[in-house]
């Protein structure tokens, strides 16, 4: 027999993902600041474009954050 769906903790599991990858994102950016003479320039933009996923990540979670909100009633 099938688990229910229990999605009742899904906008705090959502919450604290977002809050890790921007976590990862400032720390990215932190280091890039900090030792982008010292990175190639294939490695300083391996980790711009991850940080650029992260953001549309975050907007993404940040989207479903406000769906299931709304769908739960929080």
Do not use: C, F
């Amino acid at each position: 027999m099938a688990k229910p769906d229990d999605r009742s903790d899904n906008v705090e599991k959502l919450q604290e993902h977002v809050q890790n990858t921007i976590i990862n994102l400032e720390e990215s950016e932190e280091y890039l600041d900090e030792h982008a003479e010292e990175l190639n320039s294939q490695e300083a933009e391996n980790l711009a474009e991850k940080n650029d996923n992260r953001r549309e990540s975050i907007e993404g979670m940040r989207s479903e954050i406000k769906d299931e909100a709304h769908d739960t009633g929080v």
